[in-house]
């Protein structure tokens, strides 16, 4: 396996970043991860969009042009011979003293590329079965819109929900109203049978899979209804899943242990799935 890093592919196990790093510091840098389907990356176009989103939030500006990063995206998957799986990018502020405020102008930033194959049998055999889900308090900061490596409550949700046997851990306001999962987009299909996820007015992540599927729901027939919806809610839906670059659309078949539906993956996700994959390869 090789990784490029700022200029150069290297081989995996000497893919290293500077010790001073921003990325590695203060976690001052954003990423991005796209689908390989057959070689290609899915939602290409929305997932560079919100790059360019989140650097200009954070006044990251990265000296090579979306040409240049295309290439370097392909080249890598190439490389490492990735059929399906996935591909990560990231930038962070640079390499600089460690001092809080940005470094000086001209310090470049460290842009970093990986990719990785996934088996599409297993995830395949996951969706099949569908998957357990957790809820916890979402004890995020208040720009989540914000694509950045900062994921440590992220990751602590996520290790709460492994360690219960669960695969996702969808995060929860003080409204008790669920807002997203700690890297996925949460939706229900409610009890009277309409689709709902978060609206991105909220503090979360305008996903790129959700965005992409919304438009494949618009010649559906069912209805959308772009509203958060409550823990009690979900654990009374008929339906529930989550969306993301990898998984796809991901069936949740409990609840903190509550079963929803029948305990298997729903006829309106299962379907939403496929349409997805569809159009993705
Ligand atoms: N996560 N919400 C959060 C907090 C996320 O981290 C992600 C993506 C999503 C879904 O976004 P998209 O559909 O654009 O992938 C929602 C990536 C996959 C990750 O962190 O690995």
Not at 63 to 91: D, H
Not at 110 to 136: F, H, L, Y
Not at 166 to 173: K, L, N, Q, R, T
Request: charged share 25%.
């Amino acid at each position: 396996r090789v990784a490029y890093v700022n200029g150069t592919y290297r081989p995996h196990g000497q893919a290293t970043v500077h010790v001073e790093d921003r990325g590695f510091q203060f976690a001052d840098g954003v990423y991005e991860v796209w689908s390989i389907f057959d070689g290609r990356m899915a939602d290409f176009d929305g997932h560079m969009t919100r790059l360019a989103r989140s650097l200009t939030e954070l006044r990251i500006s990265i000296p090579m042009t979306r040409q240049a990063l295309t290439q370097v995206l392909k080249e890598t998957i190439r490389r490492n011979r990735v059929r399906n799986g996935i591909v990560y990018l990231q930038v962070t502020r640079g390499t600089a003293r460690r001092d809080h405020p940005f470094p000086a102008e001209g310090t470049p930033p460290s842009v970093i590329v990986t990719a990785r194959s996934i088996d599409p049998n297993k995830s395949e055999a996951v969706a099949a079965k569908g998957v357990a889900v957790i809820t916890q308090p979402d004890i995020r900061w208040g720009r989540c819109d914000i694509k950045t490596v900062g994921l440590l409550p992220n990751v602590l949700a996520k290790q709460a929900a492994r360690e219960r046997g669960a695969y996702e851990c969808w995060m929860v306001d003080e409204m008790g109203l669920v807002t997203e999962g700690s890297s996925t987009n949460a939706w229900i299909v409610d009890e009277n049978g309409k689709l709902r996820t978060r609206d991105t007015q909220a503090n979360i992540l305008k996903g790129i899979t959700r965005t992409a599927l919304m438009a494949l729901i618009a010649d559906q027939d069912v209805e959308l209804d772009e509203r958060p919806f409550s823990v009690d809610e979900a654990k009374r839906a008929r339906e529930a899943f989550f969306t993301a670059a990898g998984a796809f659309v991901m069936p949740a078949v409990s609840i903190d242990g509550v079963r929803i539906g029948d305990g298997k993956p729903g006829p309106i996700t299962t379907k939403l799935r496929t349409l997805y994959l569809d159009q993705a390869r």
